[in-house]
DNA sequence: CAGACGCAGTAATACGAATTACGGGCTCCG
DNA sequence: CGGAGCCCGTAATTCGTATTACTGCGTCTG
């Protein structure tokens, strides 16, 4: 009956029951101010007839005309279920799936979108984010222009992961919606954890720039350094070798080094054991979030986690309010849960309070 | 633009470039026998308009006409991204959304379908199938009258999973096309392999009923049991303690095991254990597929693997087979992979062919 | 010079369901 | 007995796009 002229329609059921298209459509979803005035005769007739057919409204039709129809879009800019390897993003989706679930939502997925230029893209010719009420972003890093012109164009959306207001050129756009994970606090909690346990030098390793997440990560780093006033250095580890890296960190007399990515972790022990250095006897080192990327390792690092199954869930949770017009906080940074791994250790003989 | 009066439409573009609609839509998808007919001028100011605007055609109003729109739905008779556990559905998905991006088409996840008596219905009011051009079933038991209605409403679709052909009361139905693992050759091969290490007496644990996968495997472990000649029975495993059911293998002189599902296989290991029998020195157990349910262990099973990924691939290829009228296979059943695991071991002298 | 034909575009219609406006038949009341 | 009011339902319209049929105008041809 999907596809083809044989096609199940009001008109047909109609035909069948007697009756005109209008009646069926009133029997089916006429509220009580409109159905009363269907004779009970009638509308049994019309009902035996559609359950006999089993016909089911055209969802299509019907949003035409509704302007909504619980569908909810989720766009990745990166692959949604990659193959190799733990996928990050699986976590985000088991929350945003039990939630849409829980407010009878379907999930459209937008793996259509084609990749150009590395990435892909929401605005391409025959899109298909409008047949969805409104959507979730996930991905590390999204186009600023892609957000400006989503927020310009009212078109109802939240992105998973903290991002920056975003404007055109012409000066439309604004804030926008979001719930973040709150990388500041988490990293800064972690600083402070290392002074406690005696640390007075420590350096940031990560680019801690260009995606919010790792700005925001860098910028905890800074803010609890200076804060705690121990000495705190970024370490972009760009065009070095990471031996390189370690030994500039060893001649500054670095004791904690806080990794933005686990695999820069991961490299860093690997230099370390090299060099005859112990972890964390000799260095501490502290991983800033759960892995992006595959990583082999048997140490259990100290950091935190991302609460990701329930950053997903309060996406779907934002995007409903903003589809019905509640006007909760549209931007929310969830707190991190610090993981107390085996990678930090004390260091001197202060181990109390700074 | 996607909520309210304001939206962007043809109409729209049309007025301002001082055209029609018809124009608008034939600059942006007339095929060259119809656009030719546009003056390159025309054209120009029409296609600037989109440009400036950002137009994209409203897909909605598009599928009403074409019947089709480049959705495939995927169905799930459980949840897709359950949060518990290591999810047995995500190497389908996996391979599902890959073919679907090579294809250009969106996924729409029905998420919505309300569970009633256990487990969800895709037939229930205001389901949304019908957005999608076909779908994908995946779960471990499909209720038949479903699959029958599938069938015989013409809703292109395929199963994931092997499927018996399915008919409804009224005689309508017919094959249901899937793509499945074949576990009866897999589970035969691993029959046959112990018979090599010079077992005899085997014994398959499970229902070995319900779901076709049970089925099949009970099937391929009887067939290969009569062909190479060796004892081979049924332990339904209801109704009795495992240390009950250990009792009945050993006391049949039972010296491998056939496991329906790893939760069992580990359990019975778990008894073997405790009786103080080796495995596989005294018994070897046979995990016969992936595991559907977290279960801790530190055994490496000899068993074989569902090729998950592969079959979420071919299945949107057969379903796009489907939808284009091309009639290939569309009942596949896919090679299952061996795992040389830890407690399949070998018995008695004679360690040749039997 | 009438009719055929090409050009460049438009009016009309269809898709399937929801909604608004209307209409025929009946009763009740003044 | 005429019209107000109700009952039960239908015709018409709407959503946004694609397609088909058509139209006015100029040009070419027999």
Request: net charge negative; with cysteine.
């Amino acid at each position: 009956m999907s596809v083809g002229r044989g096609r199940l329609t009001q008109n047909e059921i109609a035909r069948m029951a007697g009756v005109s298209q209008t009646t069926v459509s009133l029997v089916l979803n006429g509220r009580c101010e409109a159905a009363w005035r269907i004779a009970p005769e009638t509308r049994e007739r019309v009902l035996r007839v559609i359950r006999e057919t089993g016909y089911v409204a055209d969802p299509l039709a019907r949003r035409l005309l509704q302007q909504h129809n619980q569908i909810l879009g989720v766009f990745t800019y990166e692959s949604v279920f990659p193959s190799t390897s733990v996928n990050f993003y699986h976590p985000f989706l088991s929350g945003i799936e039990a939630c849409a679930e829980s407010i009878g939502c379907d999930l459209l997925l937008f793996t259509s979108a084609p990749v150009s230029g590395g990435s892909r893209r929401i605005f391409h010719d025959n899109n298909r984010i409008r047949l969805a009420d409104g959507c979730v972003l996930l991905g590390r890093e999204i186009p600023r222009d892609e957000l400006a012109r989503m927020v310009a164009e009212d078109m109802p959306f939240v992105s998973v992961g903290r991002r920056d207001d975003a404007y055109l050129p012409s000066g439309k756009g604004g804030p926008v919606p979001h719930v973040g994970a709150d990388y500041a606090q988490a990293t800064a909690a972690l600083v402070r954890r290392a002074v406690d346990l005696g640390h007075r030098v420590m350096a940031y390793v990560g680019a801690g720039a260009g995606p919010e997440s790792a700005i925001d990560r860098l910028a905890g780093f800074t803010a609890a350094v200076r804060e705690t006033g121990v000495d705190g250095r970024h370490e972009p580890a760009d065009g070095r070798t990471r031996a390189e890296l370690l030994d500039a960190l060893c001649s500054a007399r670095v004791t904690a080094v806080f990794c933005e990515e686990l695999v820069e972790a991961v490299a860093m022990a690997e230099a370390a054991r090299a060099r005859g250095l112990s972890v964390p006897g000799d260095l501490s080192l502290l991983a800033l979030g759960d892995p992006t990327e595959q990583a082999e390792t048997d140490l259990d690092f100290t950091g935190f986690r991302i609460p990701r199954e329930d950053m997903g869930w309060q996406a779907i949770e934002v995007l409903d309010d903003i589809l019905h017009g509640r006007t909760s906080d549209h931007q929310r940074l969830l707190p991190c849960e610090l993981v107390e791994g085996e990678t930090l250790g004390a260091r001197g003989p202060a181990t109390g309070r700074n």
